[in-house]
């Protein structure tokens, strides 16, 4: 997993979506974010922009957001689709001028590219001198998307290279699984990398339909923040014309599984985990308190299950969050240690049983200032704002971004509203139920003499 | 990799220099007397959220080989100290804060960060803490485990262990010793240890404050108070000494629980004020990049095979390039590494190679240098070795006077001569 996915993974732990409107990239009103923040309609017709200027590093972070599931939009699911075809079009060289991802290069900058179940993000880091100039090239490149044979094959080497190291990653795998157990059907039922072999197995031409579809302008949130003007946008390009009547994307609607089975599967360690169906992301104040739960429990070095952890089990890997989807949310947690995880698991079952009953007051006071100072540490980057305007938007909540309007947002308003007894009837209502549980653990070795 | 080596003497031989690309620049920064201590300032606007690193002049080179680990074992019992009841650490996070700690080679740094209204309140209880740090025999305890804790796992990471065995070797003084000391060391430190430490080196001249964010005058006020609370009187001078690389390329090897040898290389690296800063900064993207495959997106640390690392926490500062077996043969992998060091000591870049590693080189400059702990920690570092008050972009500037004979001169001086640290498989249990 690359770094940037790592980041964003921690963003979605921490945030909270509080409502929604379905696909609003070139429908509807514009948001209204704040003082700070410009927003407006990309040229022709096409999505929306959303530019929030941060003084400090001379950086900028550029991203296009779309909503489209990671497995196609066709009837027969694609793992690995969407993902494919983003690296497709930032590796294929235009006719003029350079691929995208040697313009990024050459500015001293990062490309990534994150795919979620029904989203995907393209991500440019460049100093903020280049900041106009990669602008127009990030739109050039995916508003009319060239597909070069070149580009299809380094995509596939690149994409089937990451999807290769991700299937070593436990956090992935027990994730990708429990969605798996979780939803029936609908792109959140698939790992969004795939593996190797579905990348291989995808078609450029099924890559170059998606991408033509999928990367329309109608279909796009522009996303740029850092020391950048806030008419940085200027710079966008116009779609093709062909598309100025399209709709945005709806988002996907996915199936949850009736009856939710848990799961055991060979990988190289023993690595445990499980989750729950949360709240969607209309149930705002429900969200809020998963959000704050997460944070309580499991926030790196001072989370209350963290602790205890790491006292007890100083190697273990332990990762809780709760991702904000457009419905429904999942909570879910993995863990990992040297021999037996049975004791590790207690102490992560104690954790939620524990929040199910309402906090005493000085504690939960003192959480939940910590909890809202840790939704703005984790907006003090470029990036890590780009993504938290890029995530809600995409999502149809732009307004509700904790970034939106500083601690007089929407968000921290939601914050600010929850109680001890609230957060412990959301825990009862959603961890009530049995989870989902994941259990990865090495294959036993061959036995000698048997092939 | 062959074809890398192709491509960047090719690239070597390339012609015409193109327009030089724009300056980035970080908010200028100031610096104010404090009296006896002094603090530097990089101002955001509107900044939400504020953060400080507190220097203090008591890291690894102030260690001897019988009490390594003391210096953070004294950092552990500062941050356990009970504060208005409760350890300041704990303290601070219930105030919607945070507070960490890092010992490198010159210095420990304490960083706090909170909410920029609230900055300046919680500097009050880390001066408490600092003033009178708790060296109980319980306090004691629990940092010693967390520091064990934490150098089990520094141990299981095999580019952390080649580091360190290059550092080890490099630096004749307490900079090359582990940052959380080892368990042998750690089991003997006793409060009086830990006491002598404290009073031979916590002293307000050691300190140095740097603030990212906004900054008010109860904040400064804040940092007067903390330096003041601190014993008066010199600064006791250390050596910074690394000993002299041989021409032999000395090979230094450990075993661990790793499935693919991993390989590091260590040379010897200007300091920060140096002339040759900004030319080793290109070097460190340049050998960190020439190598690794290509790929349109950027590759993450899990997927790269070959990176750099320029390292100038510690006085001699070191370049180390590092090669991940599991990804690429590492015999192959240093033979290029070291063909190209020499290829770049024997002629000078191309403009255009020259244009494009300075923008890597930047790019990722400020990439590391982004969020406000790093960006505080960089202004106080690179302040007190010599960069002036405006310290990080100083440092971009020394980058951007960066000539070709530049970085010929510095890849002669530094490349020619290097350390091989090799983290290989355990091939018997207990190996």
């Known amino acids: 997993m690359s770094s940037l996915t790592r980041l964003r993974a921690g963003l979605l732990g921490a945030v909270l979506v509080i409502a929604a409107s379905p696909g609003s990239a070139a429908t509807g009103d514009l948001p209204e974010l704040g003082p700070n923040v410009t927003v407006g309609r990309l040229p022709a017709g096409g999505g929306t922009f959303i530019v929030r200027p941060v003084a400090g590093a001379p950086l900028a972070a550029i991203e296009l957001w779309y909503r489209a599931p990671s497995t196609g939009f066709g009837p027969k699911p694609e793992p690995a689709l969407a993902r494919l075809a983003a690296q497709v079009v930032a590796a294929s060289k235009p006719i003029v001028g350079d691929p995208l991802g040697k313009a990024v290069s050459d500015a001293g900058g990062r490309l990534g590219i994150t795919v979620y179940s029904d989203s995907i993000a393209i991500s440019a880091i460049v100093p903020a001198t280049a900041a106009r100039k990669i602008v127009k090239t990030l739109t050039t490149a995916y508003f009319a998307p060239v597909f070069t044979d070149d580009g299809y094959r380094a995509a596939q080497r690149d994409v089937s290279q990451e999807s290769q190291i991700s299937a070593f990653d436990p956090e992935t795998v027990v994730r990708d699984t429990i969605f798996a157990q979780l939803f029936a059907s609908g792109p959140q039922h698939f790992p969004s990398l795939g593996d190797p072999k579905d990348v291989l197995q995808i078609s450029s031409a099924d890559a170059k339909a998606f991408a033509t579809r999928a990367f329309r302008s109608q279909n796009a949130i522009l996303v740029v923040s850092g020391a950048v003007e806030p008419g940085v946008a200027d710079a966008a390009v116009g779609g093709r014309p062909e598309d100025s009547d399209a709709a945005p994307e709806p988002p996907a609607s996915p199936e949850i599984a009736a009856d939710a089975e848990s799961v055991t599967k060979n990988f190289a360690e023993q690595v445990g985990g499980y989750g729950w169906i949360g709240p969607g992301i209309s149930s705002a104040s429900e969200a809020t308190a998963m959000d704050f739960i997460a944070d309580y429990l499991f926030r790196s070095d001072d989370g209350y299950v963290t602790r205890r952890v790491s006292d007890k089990f100083p190697d273990a890997l332990l990762l809780g969050q709760f991702i904000t989807l457009h419905d429904p949310g999942v909570m879910f947690v993995v863990y990992s240690s040297k021999g037996d995880t049975s004791n590790l698991r207690r102490l992560i079952d104690d954790g939620f049983a524990a929040i199910q009953k309402p906090l005493e007051p000085a504690a939960f006071a003192a959480a939940l200032e910590a909890f809202k100072y840790h939704l703005l540490t984790d907006l003090q980057t470029p990036t890590q704002m780009a993504d938290n305007f890029g995530w809600y938007s995409v999502e149809g909540a732009a307004e509700y971004a904790p970034g939106v309007k500083g601690e007089r947002g929407l968000y921290f308003q939601a914050a600010d509203a929850l109680t001890p007894d609230f957060v412990a009837s959301v825990a009862q209502k959603y961890f009530a139920k049995a989870p989902v549980v994941v259990t990865l653990r090495p294959s036993p070795p061959p036995q000698k003499g048997k092939p | 990799m062959r074809g890398a080596l192709a491509a960047l003497a090719l690239l070597c031989l390339m012609g015409a220099a193109p327009a030089p690309p724009p300056i980035a620049r970080y908010p200028t920064a100031l610096a104010t007397d404090l009296g006896a201590t002094k603090l530097v300032v990089e101002s955001d606007a509107d900044s939400a959220i504020s953060g400080v690193q507190i220097f ?376």
């Not at chain 2, 420990?108 to 060296?135: G, I, K, M, T, W």
């Not at chain 2, 260590?266 to 920060?272: L, R, V």
């Not at chain 2, 400020?366 to 990080?392: C, E, K, M, P, T």
Request: glycine letters at 8%; proline letters at 6%; hydrophobic letters at 45%.
């Open chain 2, 56 to 431: 203090v002049a008591a890291g690894l080179d102030r260690e001897s080989a019988s009490n390594n680990g003391i210096a953070a074992l004294v950092a552990e019992c500062v941050i356990r100290t009970p504060v208005n009841g409760m350890p300041l650490r704990d303290a601070i996070a219930a105030a919607g804060g945070s507070l960490t700690y890092t010992v490198d080679g010159r210095s420990v740094h304490y960083y706090l960060e909170a909410r920029s209204e609230h900055l300046a309140a919680l500097v009050d209880p880390v001066a408490q803490a600092l003033a009178n740090p708790d060296f109980s025999v319980p306090t004691i305890a629990a940092g010693r485990a967390s520091l064990i804790a934490r150098q089990t796992e520094f141990e299981s990471n095999p580019l952390s262990v080649g580091i360190q065995m290059f550092r080890r070797s490099y630096y004749a003084t307490g900079a090359g010793q582990p940052a959380l000391g080892n368990s042998a060391t750690l089991a003997q430190l006793s409060s009086r240890d830990l006491g002598a430490f404290y009073r031979a080196n916590y002293k307000r001249r050691a300190v140095l404050s740097s603030v990212v964010g906004s900054v008010t005058p109860e904040l400064s006020d804040g940092l007067k108070r903390l330096a003041g609370g601190l014993a008066d009187g010199p600064v006791a001078p250390v050596q910074e000494r690394a000993r002299p690389i041989p021409a032999s390329a000395p090979r230094i090897v450990a075993h661990r629980d790793v499935s693919a040898p991993w390989v590091v290389v260590g040379f010897a690296a200007p300091a920060p004020s140096s002339r040759d800063f900004g030319a080793m900064l290109v070097l460190e993207t340049l050998l960190s990049g020439a190598f690794e495959r290509n790929s349109t997106t950027t590759l993450g640390f899990l997927e790269r095979s070959i990176g750099a690392f320029y390292l100038y926490d510690s006085t001699p500062a070191s370049l180390v390039v590092y090669v991940n077996g599991s990804q690429v043969d590492p015999s192959l992998a240093l033979r290029e590494l070291l063909l190209v060091s020499r290829s770049l000591s024997q002629r000078p870049l191309g403009a255009d190679t020259l244009r494009h590693f300075k923008a890597a080189a930047q790019g990722q400059f400020l990439a590391d240098s982004v969020n406000l702990s790093d960006r505080a920690y960089l202004l106080g570092a690179f302040s007190s070795q010599g960069l002036g008050d405006d310290s990080i972009n100083s440092a971009l500037d020394a980058l951007q006077r960066t000539t070709a004979a530049d970085v010929q001169r510095v890849a002669k001086a530094y490349l020619q001569r290097y350390i091989v640290a090799l983290v290989l498989p355990r091939q018997t249990p207990g190996q």
